[in-house]
């Protein structure tokens, strides 16, 4: 998959700003459970969050694979850098991009554009894997919705300016009866509640968003009433993406960890170690085909859940199996902070689990293969 210029000097930019600046930020914000505040201001000035929302609302219009790559960029050295950036454009943007009325537009792309944060409040404590099953509520009175749940596990939750909020509007009609909404921080009854402490990606906030009758208006509405379950599906898929690039970022890290090990001991690798680096990079080369893949077939309009599914589930699973043969390689030097791998462990784990557990990721891909057969 190739880049313009335009998107290949910025890429460039990018790399050259998670090499000097990101770097050298990981262990701290890691360490620390601090959020990049400095960095995500260093991220919008280079104009990481306009690459990807179309120009007539302040962006680069800029392809979803170069939002993706620079996801990919930033992973490789801190992947709660990148998942700020990922899940705003990605699992906030998106769906106002495709779905939005013109008013949203206006109000949020513009925003968004600019560096302002951004989250996707969808799950509940008893409706994580199981979307449909949520119990927020959103009451219609007259032009107006009144919001009514408590959300959790909200990735950005503290830092947000707006929410892509989920809610029953025909609760009696199941999954049909969902409606999303576009939710400004600002608004009354919207509170943030616990914030959670985490194994890894601890430089992002994870928290709950509490809505105690929030008013919303009808241009608020994502898409169309009782729609918003496959709008949200939809951002999904696109989603699923991004943690796949996320996924390869911290797989690429590991496996650079890997190869200055071997150059700095200055000694012949033993033939279990050449086993091991040849897993590795079989495990990243597939992860990397179907993530290209996955993108090709969203760019072309094709978002298919199959191929969005697979990038996630081959990704996902091939960080944590790297990471972790990389700690065993470089054994008590995995541990120090002369190799961030004890972090990047920490980290490939989660890849694993939100966007839909990999679990769930395996439902997805033989769901789609058996109803349509294999169409790779």
């Known amino acids: 998959m190739q880049f313009n210029w ?10 050259e700003f998670a090499t000097d600046k990101v770097r050298k930020a990981a262990s701290k914000i890691d360490s620390l459970s601090e959020y990049p505040g400095q960095l995500v201001k260093e991220m919008a000035n280079l104009g990481m969050f306009a690459l990807y929302i179309p120009r007539q609302y302040g962006g680069d219009g800029m392809s979803l694979h170069t939002l993706m790559e620079a996801v990919r960029i930033i992973s490789r050295e801190c992947a709660s850098t990148a998942l700020i950036l990922d899940v705003t454009v990605s699992l906030f943007a998106e769906p106002i991009m495709k779905y939005g009325n013109e008013v949203l537009k206006e109000e949020y792309l513009s925003r968004v554009a600019t560096g302002e944060i951004g989250a996707l409040a969808i799950t509940e404590p ?7 099953s949520i119990k927020a509520t959103a009451k219609r009175e007259g032009n107006k919705y009144l919001i009514k749940g408590a959300k959790t596990f909200i990735t950005n939750g503290k830092e947000a300016s707006f929410y892509v909020v989920s809610a029953m509007t025909s609760p009696e009609n199941k999954h049909k009866g969902m409606t999303l909404f576009a939710v400004d921080r600002k608004s009354a009854g919207l509170s943030i509640g616990n914030e959670f402490r985490k194994m890894g990606i601890r430089g992002t906030s994870t928290t709950e968003v509490l809505l105690d009758n929030v008013e919303v208006g009808k241009d608020d509405v994502i898409g169309r009433v009782n729609e918003g379950f496959r709008i949200e599906m939809d951002t999904l898929n696109v989603g699923r993406i991004g943690i796949a690039s996320q996924a390869i970022g911290i797989s690429e890290g590991a496996f650079s960890d890997v190869l200055r090990f071997a150059s700095e001991t200055q000694t012949e690798p ?29 760019e072309s309009g094709n978002n298919s859940p199959l191929h969005s599914s697979m990038a996630k589930l081959q990704a996902g699973d091939s960080s944590v199996a790297i990471t972790s043969s990389a700690s065993e390689i470089l054994g008590y030097y995995a541990m120090t902070e002369e190799y961030p791998l004890e972090r990047r462990y920490r980290e490939a784990k989660i890849t694993q689990i939100y966007e839909g557990t990999n679990e769930i990721q395996r439902l997805v891909i033989a769901k789609e293969i058996l109803r349509s057969g294999i169409r790779f």
């Open 6 to 15: 335009e998107e290949s000097e910025k890429l460039a930019k990018i790399e």
């Open 126 to 132: 008893g409706a994580g894997s199981d979307a449909a």
């Open 270 to 298: 033993k033939e279990n170690l050449k086993f091991r680096i040849s897993d590795m990079a079989n495990l990243l080369h597939s992860s990397v085909r179907n993530y290209e893949e996955a993108i090709h077939h969203s």
